[in-house]
């Protein structure tokens, strides 16, 4: 095969007649041909995206530059930041040697460029707190964050039902709790006996020692009001999109909370836009990084949530993205949603490593100028096969594709710069202070109180006669039965704890 006919083939498919954003030139017989332009029409970002490849090949400088040539065609971008190492994107890149030399070789006229980011948080420490309430999140997303089992998921169930039945608004993890314990045992479990189910005490104490867990590791914050607000992701700059980003790095070790909450971020996105058909460009895309935290150890309810997600939101207007080590990490029912591909080096070191490549590379079409076998395993940072879908939405040829290098900083921004950033930014002070509503914990705490009340009211009247249980016991008053309960007891201990700091080091909520 000559050149010439490999740059006629990918011209082919890699030049749309409606805009497009520029990936890079392809790669045939180890030469670069800037003439081999790769591009990706907009219109087709909302039939989803995978990036993939080993680490150290460059995942992250790609997803940049996707965010980057995103933000300049007026698209609005969210994506996490995993390491807390992409706020430079805010800031104009600095030129040096390879960047010269990666321009050069693909005949780029290279522009330094900074792109509007607001910055975001999950406790509220590196970036404007994103919020969402108990409500919000729903039993199913909060389920896979306690790692609750069928039984405890069910139970779960019932609280929710419950509170939406009651309107009983569940704003944060102490609404949760005070419903949990008001319906285990006591009054409320006589309530709800017959219409919802009866709950075991011994599964409302492990709910509660998971729910108590959480609030350990810090991110209790995550929970409550003022929730984030999804039309501050849809924001432009002079025409430009903003780039929103999670900095995730102060949560690491919580692999479960920052992935659960981005889709319930996106399930929220989903069910609230309206119908928008196919557009020219989409609303906003959505990166997934570390796709796999998603799906591990996920039950099935979970995972149909997903699909119905990644299946129906691309007619709200939004692409989403997924970003992860192995093809592989992805469940088939997702990855056939996926139309565009950019896939970095596979390390085929193990058995199970040429397993997957071979696995790989029947996902992609095939290609006449490559060994996809061998091209697989010798592609150089920064370069990837890629294949993407055209504007008649069929898949383009496979090509290696050398990758044009981000406009902006590749790197994080200065403690002093990040700090100004936040003290410049709208929308971290919108969301900086919390609001206590009135909500589920003040509503059953003075049901709670009313029946203890009338239970000592009834204790003065003079003809009120003392019943005895059949081994000759006073009956216990609603609250004295709700609040000398194993799990109330629980409850009681942690909140104590939690108004001295001890536990959380903030402050619950008032009651």
């Known amino acids: 095969m000559s050149a010439e006919k490999f740059i006629e083939s990918i011209n082919k498919s890699y030049s749309p007649t409606g805009a497009s954003i520029y990936l890079g030139a392809g790669v045939y017989q180890g030469s670069i041909l800037a003439s081999a332009a790769v591009n990706l029409p907009l219109r087709m970002l909302t039939r989803h995206g995978l990036v993939t490849g080993a680490t150290g090949s460059g995942k992250t400088r790609t997803l940049q530059l996707l965010a980057e040539q995103l933000s300049a065609a007026g698209v609005p971008v969210f994506m996490p930041d995993m390491k807390g190492d992409i706020s430079g994107i805010s800031k104009e890149g600095v030129v040096n040697d390879k960047i010269r030399e990666r321009a050069t070789a ?22 404007a707190q994103m919020r969402a309430t108990v409500t919000e999140f729903g039993p199913v997303l909060l389920g896979k964050i306690l790692e609750l089992n069928e039984v405890q998921s069910g139970v779960l169930m019932i609280l929710f039902k419950y509170a939406d039945d009651k309107e009983l608004p569940m704003v944060d993890l102490n609404d949760l709790k005070k419903v949990l314990t008001y319906l285990s045992e006591g009054a409320g479990a006589a309530e709800i006996k017959n219409d919802y189910g009866k709950i075991s005490p011994a599964t409302a104490s492990t709910i509660l020692r998971k729910i108590v867990a959480l609030e350990q590791q810090g991110v209790n914050q995550l929970f409550g009001e003022k929730s984030f607000d999804i039309d501050d992701l849809f924001e432009k700059v ?42 020219d460009k989409p609303k906003l895309v959505f990166f997934l990084d570390e796709a796999h935290l998603l799906f591990k150890d996920a039950p099935k309810v979970f995972m149909d949530q997903i699909d119905q997600i990644i299946r129906l939101i691309r007619s709200k207007g939004v692409g989403i993205f997924f970003c992860t080590q192995l093809t592989q990490d992805v469940p088939p029912g997702v990855l056939a949603q996926l139309g565009n591909r950019v896939h970095h080096v596979i390390r085929a070191f193990t058995p199970n490593d040429v397993k997957a490549l071979k696995e790989t590379i029947r996902t992609f079409p095939r290609s006449e100028f490559y060994d996809m076998e061998q091209q697989f395993t010798q592609l150089g940072t920064g370069q990837a096969f890629i294949t993407v879908l055209n504007e008649k939405g069929i898949p383009t040829e496979t090509v290696v594709t050398h990758l044009a290098p981000p406009a902006s900083f590749m790197g994080p921004l200065a403690e002093s710069e990040y700090n100004a950033h936040l003290e410049n930014s709208e929308l971290y002070k919108k969301y900086k202070t919390a609001i206590d509503p009135r909500s589920a914990f003040e509503m059953l705490d003075e049901k709670m109180q009313a029946a203890c009340k009338d239970a000592e009211e009834s204790k003065q009247t003079p003809m009120r006669t003392t019943t ?16 000398s309960s194993s799990v109330s007891r629980q409850i009681g201990r942690e909140l104590v704890r939690g108004v001295f700091g001890m536990l959380f080091g903030t402050r619950t909520r008032r009651r």
Do not use: C, H, W
């Open 468 to 483: 005895t249980t059949p081994r000759g016991r006073k009956e216990k008053s609603t609250l004295e039965q709700v609040m």
């Open 238 to 279: 002079d025409g430009r999109g903003v780039i929103s980003l999670l900095n995730v790095s102060d949560i690491q070790n919580q692999p479960a909370v920052f992935s659960t909450f981005m889709l319930a971020l996106l399930a929220e996105l989903y069910q609230n836009l309206p119908e928008a058909g196919d557009l």
């Open 106 to 127: 693909l005949e780029l006229n290279y522009t330094p460029s900074g792109y509007p980011v607001e910055l975001y948080s999950l406790s509220g420490k590196v970036g």
